[in-house]
């Protein structure tokens, strides 16, 4: 099944006790982040500006918009979203938030330059969501 059929899976929320991210059931792979940037190797955090946040940011555009859309945009999800998360307490963002924030985001995501073909291949891979609508 895939991850865009389930949407279970479109629910992410952080665990304040053990810093630990989940989407849906699955928990967020540290060490897939780390393949590509390097911000912490102690794990992900959110609530602050800092390298912790940084990595959750990366690591969750990661997982589901790739490596370019994640490497272009981490920083300002981190700072719209990850550092506003209170650092004291569990967080819960949905899929589709996300989403429509990248596509608010759509002057700085190559993904704009993909024809409608390619989305929907990207989408396959579990790498996008994609409706009509949300084409150009």
Same mark, same amino acid.
């Given at each position: 099944?895939?991850?865009?059929?389930?949407?279970?899976?479109?629910?992410?929320?952080?665990?304040?006790?053990?810093?630990?991210?989940?989407?849906?059931?699955?928990?967020?792979?540290?060490?897939?982040?780390?393949?590509?940037?390097?911000?912490?190797?102690?794990?992900?955090?959110?609530?602050?500006?800092?390298?912790?946040?940084?990595?959750?940011?990366?690591?969750?555009?990661?997982?589901?918009?790739?490596?370019?859309?994640?490497?272009?945009?981490?920083?300002?999800?981190?700072?719209?979203? *990850?550092?506003?998360?209170?650092?004291?307490?569990?967080?819960?963002?949905? =899929?589709?938030?996300?989403? $429509? /924030? #990248?596509? +608010?985001?759509?002057?700085? *995501?190559?993904?704009?330059?993909?024809?409608?073909?390619?989305?929907?291949? =990207?989408?396959?891979?579990? $790498? /996008? #969501?994609? +409706?009509?609508?949300?084409?150009?």
């Amino acid at each position: 099944m895939s991850i865009l059929s389930d949407r279970r899976s479109w629910e992410i929320h952080g665990n304040a006790a053990t810093r630990h991210v989940f989407v849906g059931t699955d928990r967020l792979d540290h060490a897939e982040s780390l393949k590509h940037v390097n911000h912490s190797p102690d794990g992900f955090n959110w609530g602050y500006g800092g390298s912790g946040p940084a990595q959750l940011a990366f690591a969750l555009l990661l997982k589901f918009f790739g490596p370019t859309a994640a490497k272009q945009l981490y920083q300002q999800f981190k700072v719209d979203y *990850v550092s506003t998360w209170r650092q004291d307490e569990d967080f819960h963002i949905n =899929l589709e938030e996300i989403w $429509r /924030w #990248i596509l +608010r985001q759509s002057e700085a *995501v190559e993904a704009k330059h993909y024809t409608r073909e390619e989305v929907q291949e =990207l989408a396959k891979k579990g $790498r /996008w #969501i994609v +409706r009509d609508e949300d084409l150009l």
